[in-house]
Structure formats: C-alpha cells, structure tokens
C-alpha cells in the first residue's frame, strides 16, 4: 500500500509538476508572443520612420537638383545673353567710330546720349543729345543720325540698347605736356 500511494503521489507529483510546467510554458508563451508582437510593431514602426526619412531625403535631393539645372539655366542664358550683349555693343562702339571723325591729336572729351527705334531693318536713330562738349564734338550728332544700327534677337537686349549713354573721350599729352620720367 505504501507503495501505491508513494507510487500515486509520484504520479500526482508528475502530473501536477506537467500541469504547472504547462501552465509556466503556457504563460512564458503568451509573454515570449507578446515580446514577440512589440518588437515586430517596433521594427515596424522604425520600418516605416526609415522609409519616411528616405523619402524625404529623396524629396529634398530631387529638389535641389531642380534648383541646380534652373541655377545652371538661368547662368547660361544670362551668360549667353551677356555675350551677345558684349557682341552687339562692340557693333555699335565700331559703327560710331567709323561715323564720327575726330581728331585723336587733340585732347577731347564728350559724352552723348543716343535713343533709338527698333525697326524691321535694325535700329534707327530717333535722337542724339550731347550730354557734355568740350568743344571738338558738334559734328558727332549729325554723323550718329544717319546711322542704321543692327538689332539683337534678344527682346531683352533689344529694350537694353533703346538708350545708349556714350562717352568719348582722349586724353592724349601733347609731346610737349608729358611729364617727365
């Protein structure tokens, strides 16, 4: 009998130590699924903060490149513009040159202002107005007059040279006046 009953309490002892142990590995279970779920909803969460991020980022780096090739646009027309600036200015610095006529051995100075029209054929002459003369520059107005100046394709451009402020001058010595050296 005493067997019997070591033996059952043996038995109970084992079932009962199963039943716990079911019942921790149940609950340690249940916690390890729950760990589980948090750091699945954690590396989730840090998942889509990552992909925000890059998104952003990306955002931000397409903008700046858009803001490079507008810069990079902008820079070309403008320095495009500004050469044909300097192109049409040399045209009309060498057009007035050749018109006037004045003599590079007296010492000279006169500035003028020049308003123009554009035409079909290029720019006509609307008005000459001598701004300052020291007297060897009556003639240039009647010489810029007659003159047909050519006209940019830049619209820009064109509003640009409607009013053109000129200043001639040479300031060349005399032999006589240089100092000496």
Not at 58 to 85: D, L, P, V
């Amino acid at each position: 009998m005493r067997l019997l009953l070591l033996l059952s309490i043996l038995c109970l002892n084992s079932s009962l130590s199963f039943a716990i142990e079911k019942d921790i590995s149940s609950k340690d279970d249940a916690e390890l699924d729950r760990i589980f779920a948090e750091l699945n909803q954690e590396e989730q969460q840090k998942i889509r903060e990552r992909r925000a991020i890059e998104a952003y980022s990306k955002a931000i780096e397409q903008r700046e490149r858009e803001h490079h090739q507008q810069t990079k646009k902008r820079s070309t027309y403008r320095s495009e513009s500004e050469e044909e600036f300097q192109i049409y200015a040399a045209k009309f610095h060498n057009l007035i040159n050749d018109s006037i006529d004045l003599d590079m051995n007296q010492p000279f100075e006169c500035r003028i202002n020049i308003k123009l029209i554009p035409t079909t054929d290029g720019f006509i002459v609307r008005k000459v107005t001598m701004l300052y003369d020291n007297g060897h520059c009556k003639h240039i107005p009647e010489a810029i007059e007659t003159l047909l100046f050519p006209m940019p394709k830049n619209r820009e451009l064109v509003r640009q040279f409607k009013d053109i402020n000129i200043s001639l001058q040479n300031n060349k010595l005399l032999a006589s006046e240089q100092p000496y050296r």
